[in-house]
């Protein structure tokens, strides 16, 4: 595996994270303990360094087991949690990203890690209660006491991070270096606001859910279950998602991959610092992940997966598209202009 850097630091990350939603069962899947050891140090033996739990993962277990397994060897990753989610019913405070909802979730987790400091904490989700000013204001201090290094931001509208960054920078307190996204071949919703943010504040980007939880791995065409309600997709098909879903396991077919390996690898080769987030309850899951690291689809492939899959930019990126708005803002000669900083790719037609 090869590595890639966090954001705007130096510190360097696996090209992918190991999620670890599934380690223990008490939500009714997931790993046990020894499974979840075994999927560990898989990931370890590929060179994989990045691993990413949440304070409510499976009730807290997912973070006690990845304590339990990193002993004695903590310092050789990259330990990132979360805070933010409701963690105890009938306490108003045991939810949100205020200033104690953070102290509290910091200091629980450190106890379940067993570590003295995470090295990424993210913020889980957009809390509308907590002014932005308060949540970066408290991670800067939480930072500067020593027992968080970096910062991310979790599931927030893209303005509100392009917000706390800015504010961040100007008053000289931590600004976020990652954000986490919902993002695969049947969500690409997010490259009308949160990716293009991310390039401008050289955010790294954490895909969750690269797989759409199963289903692009053509799982559920063959009658398996699985765990979408948990991970907020919809147990439906439409025409587009049975087409890119064709797509990918056609692709795969013709590669001698598996399906999970052609998703992944198309989020890997996207524009940005993108870093899919992978989880697995069996060894063998993951050992399939793993092998994207080396497919590399060619120029066709990519462009079926992207024509499948493209989604309507909406206002005002298409109306800024149309080629004579875009001659009207430009000028006749905005062909000849070469902006080797845009990740936007022309069409034959709009160069004519």
């Known amino acids: 595996m090869r590595y890639t850097l966090f954001g705007r630091t130096g510190l360097r990350v696996s090209e ?35 691993i990413d739990t949440a304070n409510n993962y499976t009730d807290g277990s997912s973070e006690r087991i990845v304590g339990e397994l990193l002993a004695g060897r903590r310092d050789q990753y990259v330990l990132a949690s979360k805070y933010t989610c409701a963690t105890r019913k009938g306490d108003v405070n045991a939810g949100g990203s205020h200033r104690k909802n953070l102290v509290q979730s910091v200091e629980a987790s450190l106890d379940r890690l067993r570590t003295d400091r995470l090295d990424i904490l993210w913020v889980h989700a957009r809390d509308n209660f907590t002014p932005v000013e308060e949540v970066m204001r408290a991670l800067d201090d939480i930072v500067r006491a020593g027992k968080v290094l970096y910062v991310g931001v979790s599931d927030w509208p893209a303005w509100e991070i392009a917000q706390a960054n800015t504010l961040a920078e100007l008053r000289g307190w931590t600004a976020f270096a990652g954000s ?38 053509g799982k559920y065409r063959r009658g398996e279950s699985g765990r979408l309600r948990i991970l907020g997709a919809e147990n439906r ?55 994207a690291v080396d497919v590399e689809l060619d120029a066709d ?52």
């Open 16 to 50: 992918l994270s190991l999620g670890t939603m599934t380690f223990g069962d008490d939500w009714g899947w997931g790993a046990a303990e020894e499974t979840s050891r075994r999927i560990l140090d898989t990931y370890a033996d590929a060179g994989g360094n990045f």
């Open 180 to 217: 986490q996204l919902r993002y695969n071949l049947l969500e690409r919703t997010p490259e009308r606001e949160l990716l293009p943010q991310a390039r401008a504040f050289d955010l790294a980007v954490l895909a969750w859910a690269p797989l759409a939880a199963g289903k692009l791995t």
């Open 237 to 291: 098909a439409d025409q587009q998602e049975e087409a890119v879903v064709s797509a990918v396991l056609e692709i795969a077919e013709q590669g001698g991959w598996s399906p999970a390996q052609v998703a992944l690898a198309w989020l890997r080769q996207r524009p940005g610092n993108i870093i899919p987030l992978v989880g697995a309850t069996k060894e063998s899951q993951l050992l399939d992940n793993l092998a």
């Open 301 to 352: 492939a990519v462009a079926r997966l992207d024509e499948v899959s493209a989604v309507p930019l909406g206002f005002p990126h298409q109306f800024l598209r149309d080629p004579a708005i875009t001659q009207n803002v430009y000028g006749d000669r905005w062909a000849d202009i070469d902006d080797r900083r845009s990740t936007y790719r022309r069409t034959a037609h709009e160069v004519r």
